[in-house]
């Protein structure tokens, strides 16, 4: 998977948030994000998911413009800004019914999934009695369940424990090494130089190399 | 896919409960504040759903307005207002046109619902109150038909607004000038019964405008989302 980002701008009404980038991601690399609150990064990040669309430049995944395609990123998971689950489901419930979708996994590997980012005792605890730590752990496992090429991660260890994110850290290393895309955005920069292979500033709309 | 519908459906049923009673009180009483009135009417079952506009009386208007922006609010809420609850989880996982099927299948659910509850309630209604009124089941799909329709087109609107594009509007509305042309020369030509009878008609537009939604809402789902956070 080869991801290209060429003379991407994005602004909302006439507020340039990401002006003129041109960066490229490729498989078995971690890559970090660093900027302060409101540099763009989350818009970088949705630009990326395909949830938003450029207003200029394009977008490609292994060369496929994702703008005209009409498509979202394939095989792509990510956990931006907030984990969103339905709140009257238990953590489970709401991994299984977004694995029902596509059906690639068993009841064995969710919980698989969620022993790793050390939910198992809270599983069939209510989303809406989580803590904010737990909600970021069911958003976590949420990325990693179904073995994406492409992950990404807005402040991923926001409210978690040290020992949770350590575990999680090592869980993301494992996943570089299946060849995969993992792209992090935080504003601390300690998450990301422990992590990443190439790190980037996004300060004013702009993104480069750190 | 069903995923999307029963999550929608819920988001609807719990987060606009509050709308939905005041629809069902203020449709149900209708039919007794025009008896207190003594404004009863022969069509009296179509006003009381939106289905005629009838200038006769202010308490018609309303009532004709009241049930257009009932279904328009509903139908944006279905598309608008859900966003927020783990649909960047759903997005990745599903592809634009399953989504927008799911927004169709949803809509036409909840019309279906709603509008049979108050078909038989309403039935119930005017017979308590001897009102004698001719509906019948295909009064009730046309009902149904109508509010889908109307809920299509406001998104179909919506989309136009959003996409902010001049020629895509003008595309729009070049492709709706070619249906009602042809509607009324080709297909009459092909089989003049059809257009006689307003209940196919009122089918042929559904079918018609489904394409257009499907069309435009694919396009522009991404820039409704957009916008929704």
């Known amino acids: 998977m080869k991801i290209e980002f060429k003379n991407v701008n994005k602004k909302f009404k006439k507020t340039p948030i990401l002006k003129n980038v041109n960066l490229e991601f490729e498989n078995g690399k971690i890559y970090g994000l660093i900027g302060r609150n409101g540099s763009g990064k ?22 496929v413009d994702l703008k005209k395609s009409g498509l979202f990123p394939p095989s792509t998971r990510s956990l931006i800004e ?51 730590g737990m909600k970021q752990k069911l958003g976590i ?33 494992e996943e570089k090494e299946k060849n995969k895309i993992i792209i992090i955005a935080s504003h601390i920069k300690e998450d990301i130089e422990e992590l990443a292979d190439i790190v980037f500033k996004v300060d004013n709309g702009e993104i480069l190399e750190a | 896919m069903h995923f999307l519908i029963i999550n929608d459906l819920k988001y609807i049923f719990f987060k606009r409960k ?33 289905l005629k506009f009838d200038n006769s009386s202010f308490l018609f208007i309303i009532m004709y307005i009241f049930n257009i922006i009932f279904y328009i609010f509903i139908y944006l809420s279905i598309h608008l207002g859900n966003l927020k609850i783990g649909v960047d989880n759903i997005f990745l996982r599903i592809n634009k046109f399953k989504i927008v099927i799911s927004k169709i299948i949803t809509c036409s659910v909840f019309t279906l619902l709603i509008s049979t509850f108050v078909f038989i309630v309403l039935n119930i209604i005017y017979n308590i109150l001897n009102i004698n009124i ?12 109508f509010n889908i329709l109307i809920g299509m087109l406001s998104i179909i609107a919506l989309s136009v607004v959003l996409y902010g594009n001049k020629k895509y509007i003008l595309f729009l509305l070049l492709i709706y000038m070619i249906y009602y042309i042809s509607r009324k020369n080709i297909l009459f030509f092909i089989n003049p019964y059809l257009f006689e009878n307003n209940f196919i008609d009122l089918i042929f537009f559904l079918i018609f405008n489904t394409i257009i939604y499907i069309i435009v809402l694919k396009k522009s789902i991404v820039k409704i989302f957009e916008r929704s956070f």
Do not use: H
């Not at chain 1, 059906?103 to 809406?128: A, P």
């Not at chain 2, 009483?29 to 006003?47: R, S, T, V, Y």
């Open chain 1, 42 to 63: 989350s818009v970088f990040l949705k630009l990326l998911c395909g949830f938003y669309e450029p207003t200029e430049g394009q977008i490609y995944f292994d060369n």
């Open chain 1, 82 to 132: 907030k984990p969103n689950f339905l709140p009257y489901l238990t953590g489970f419930e709401n991994l299984k019914l977004l694995a029902n979708i596509q059906k690639k996994i068993s009841d064995e590997q969710i919980i698989e999934v969620l022993n790793k980012v050390n939910l198992t005792n809270d599983i069939n605890k209510k989303y809406c009695e989580y803590s904010l």
């Open chain 1, 141 to 173: 496992a949420q990325v990693l369940m179904e073995d994406p090429e492409v992950i990404i991660l807005d402040e991923p260890f926001n409210g978690i424990e040290d020992e949770t994110a350590k575990k999680i850290r090592k869980i993301l290393l």
């Open chain 2, 18 to 50: 509050n709308w939905i009673i005041l629809y069902l009180i203020i449709v149900l009483l209708f039919p007794i504040f025009c008896k207190i009135n003594n404004i009863i009417k022969d069509d009296i079952f179509f006003i009381n759903n939106g």
């Open chain 2, 134 to 145: 001719n509906s019948s089941f295909i009064v009730f799909i046309i009902f149904n038909i």
